[in-house]
């Protein structure tokens, strides 16, 4: 960094609110705001607003990257376990005056501040992506008609995602990519007759999803009628994106058509990433 101008270092209190720290950049391109707890941690999640001005008196919004997770926007939000010092950049050229602002309430612990002015053109970059693995699987016997599906007994899941119900939800701002999945019948019986299975994805707007949910994508694999004892698989590679939300809801359905009834496994694969990346 080309430092350009005099570091400004200021403290919001214990439980300051509204309250803001300011600094001349009027010979800067861009500009750093380092914000640390004085405390250890910070034990609530604050919210801070960057701000721009030309004279001082009327401020806009100032959008900023947040170093160490890449997302970009003029308000920024700490979890509460955060122990490190938090780096935002800014482009300020045109600008004669910034500021940081504690939107609500410290808490605990005191914030300290430091805005250094910089002739370094604004980083345009992301911090590196972070990938949760997400797996979910079952096998099962199911009935003839379609049924939604949920990791209970004989099902896992495994990932970020937490559910015992027929249906899961993916937070705001992640976006989940399935990469592969792979439907397994078994025609155990040794009478011969057909089985057919389809796997199915489904999503519900607002409520859990149930069959009637609209369907995203489906596979389907079966037993020929003169066939018994036997085992057929379809599998497919994929690359299929689903934003979160905060009522947006998605479950997997299993539908049976039979003479014998048959047993069923699948396994899906994906991850889940931050939804700007």
């Known amino acids: 960094m080309s430092v350009k101008g005099t570091a400004t270092f200021g403290t919001f209190a214990i439980g300051a609110s509204n309250v803001t720290v300011s600094a001349n950049v009027s010979t800067a391109n861009s500009v750093t705001f380092m914000l640390y707890p004085t405390n250890v941690t910070w034990d609530t999640t604050p919210t801070f607003q960057f701000e721009q001005s030309t004279d001082g008196v009327t401020w806009a919004m100032l959008p900023v990257l947040r170093t160490e997770t890449g997302l970009v926007g003029y308000q920024h939000t700490i979890p509460g376990s955060n122990t490190s010092t938090l780096v935002f950049e800014g482009s300020v050229m045109g600008a004669t005056y910034v500021q940081v602002r504690v939107v609500n309430a410290v808490g605990y612990s005191a914030c300290g501040v430091i805005i250094q002015p910089s002739t370094t053109t604004a980083r345009a970059v992301r911090a590196p992506v972070k990938r949760e ?12 008609g379609e049924a939604v599906v949920a990791p209970a007994a004989s099902g896992h899941l495994y990932g970020p995602i937490s559910t015992s119900t027929s249906s899961f939800s993916l937070p705001a701002g992640k976006r989940l990519r399935i990469t592969s999945a792979s439907l397994h019948v078994v025609s155990n019986l040794t009478t011969a007759g057909y089985a057919k299975v389809a796997l199915q994805m489904r999503y519900n707007p607002s409520g859990a999803t149930v069959v009637a949910s609209p369907r995203l994508w489906g596979i389907a694999a079966g037993v020929a009628a003169t066939m018994n004892q036997t085992t057929t698989t379809c599998v497919t590679d994929m690359n299929f ?19 014998q009834t048959p047993a069923a496994g699948f396994v899906i694969t994906g991850y889940i990433t931050p939804s700007w990346s």
Do not use: K, Y
Not at 133 to 144: A, E
């Open 241 to 259: 994106d689903l934003i979160g939300s905060a009522t947006t809801t998605f479950g997997f359905t299993l539908t049976s058509t039979h003479v």
């Open 133 to 144: 693995q997400l797996i979910f699987s079952r096998f099962t016997n199911p009935n003839s």
